[in-house]
Every structure is written in C-alpha cells, then in structure tokens.
C-alpha cells in the first residue's frame, strides 16, 4: 500500500486487501501512537485530559494486540500437542490424541483479553471523528 497525504492518493494493492485489517494496524497503531503523544486538546464530552489519553491508552492496546496476533486464538493453548494420525478398518484417517497429549485452550484468559481488545476498538470507532488536534 502507498500512500501520500501530500498528495491525497493511496495506491492499493489487491494484496493489500486479503486481510485489510493486517494492512491497516501498523498505520493506524503507530498514528495513534503519535497522535496520543502530540496532542493537546480532547474531546468535549470528556472530563479532561487525562480521560482522552485513558481512551488513547485503551485503542493503542488493541492495535498492538492485533499487530502481535494475540488475538488469534490459536496463540492461546498451552500445553503439548501429541497427535497421532491412525487408519481406521474402514480404510479412512483419524487423528487421535497421543498419550503426551496435554494441549488445551485458554478460553478464560483469552475471552478476558478480546473483551479488552474490543473495548479499544469500540473505542476507536467511538472516538473516530475525534481523531483531531
């Protein structure tokens, strides 16, 4: 993806689109970065600010989230994974758990996580046009 602000043109890329969302964390976490440090003024609804950079604090987190992929929930089982592929008499496969087999998801921590991921995408959504200085 190109973009020049200067120039008010973005040049995309199919590629870019396969997973959009991947394409777009990256500019919009480090802008949001930026953003939160430079800015001097908050939204008027807010109490002060101080509130604002909460805000900022909580949309950061879940890009940071998104770009570490530790919203993928296959990076949240812990464990070893012990699985045998074994022919079953009617000549098809199965995949059966091997005796080491201690792998399990951390469904708990994990729904914790994303509801705090997306807290700061709602918040982001929220606050969008806000996004000003």
């Known amino acids: 993806m190109k973009v020049s602000t200067k120039e008010g043109q973005v040049e995309v890329e199919p590629g870019d689109t396969w997973s959009l969302y991947l394409t777009l964390?990256?500019?919009?976490?480090?802008?949001?970065?930026?953003?939160?440090?430079?800015?001097?003024?908050?939204?008027?609804?807010?109490?002060?600010?101080?509130?604002?950079?909460?805000?900022?604090?909580?949309?950061?987190?879940?890009?940071?989230?998104?770009?570490?992929?530790?919203?993928?929930?296959?990076?949240?089982?812990?464990?070893?994974?012990?699985?045998?592929?074994?022919?079953?008499?009617?000549?098809?496969?199965?995949?059966?758990k091997g005796p080491n087999h201690t792998s399990r998801f951390l469904e708990e921590e994990y729904d914790s996580f994303m509801e705090k991921v997306r807290e700061g995408l709602n918040l982001f959504s929220q606050y969008y046009l806000e996004l000003w200085d």
Request: proline share 6%; no cysteine.
């Open 25 to 96: 964390t990256p500019i919009l976490l480090e802008s949001l970065k930026v953003f939160q440090a430079t800015t001097r003024s908050y939204p008027s609804e807010l109490e002060n600010e101080e509130e604002w950079k909460e805000i900022l604090d909580k949309m950061i987190f879940s890009f940071e989230a998104i770009q570490e992929k530790k919203h993928d929930p296959f990076e949240w089982y812990e464990g070893e994974v012990d699985i045998q592929i074994k022919k079953r008499p009617d000549g098809w496969f199965e995949s059966v």
